[in-house]
């Protein structure tokens, strides 16, 4: 799991496709809630540059922060508030369903604002499609 992640985040900053809407990229199903896939995605979001938080029941989130360039790129580029940093978050959660858990792990940017909500700035990327679903897959999800 430790090496995925790197590799997660390289796709995500090297071949992705920003879009305005965040949907969750990969889903899974679990007969059982997937424990060790949690532990595993905590344990990888270690400090300093990296922030984790639990925003909700079922729900996990690991905020990158990102380099000074890629920092003043996204600040510019999305009309960001250069007093409150953006991160790349990566977002694991999981709901019980009637015959198991369903399981969504999705990754975007996060661009807080002088005034309003923060902005989310989701992605398309082949690449990280691929190693979510090899996360899902070796955790023991069958992809949907």
């Known amino acids: 799991m430790k090496v995925l992640l790197p590799a997660l985040m390289t796709a995500l900053c090297v071949g992705c496709t920003p879009q305005y809407v965040v949907e969750p990229t990969r889903r899974a ?13 905590e344990e990888t979001c270690d400090p300093p540059d990296k ?5 909700g029941a ?4 690991c905020n990158l922060l990102m380099s000074p360039e890629d920092t003043a ?10 007093q409150e940093l953006p991160t790349l978050a990566t977002r694991l959660s999981a709901s019980r369903v ?10 975007y940017l996060t661009v807080p604002q002088k005034s309003g909500p923060a902005v ?13 679903t090899e996360m899902l897959t070796r955790a023991g999800g069958e992809p949907l």
């Open 29 to 41: 199903h679990f007969d059982d809630f997937p424990i060790l896939l949690f532990r595993s995605f």
């Open 51 to 55: 922030i984790l938080s639990r925003p």
């Open 58 to 61: 079922g729900i996990v989130e």
């Open 73 to 82: 790129y996204v600040i510019l580029r999305y009309d960001g508030y250069p």
């Open 98 to 107: 009637a015959d198991g858990y369903l399981v969504e792990m999705d990754a």
């Open 120 to 132: 989310r700035v989701g992605f398309e990327s082949p690449s990280m499609d691929r190693v979510f």
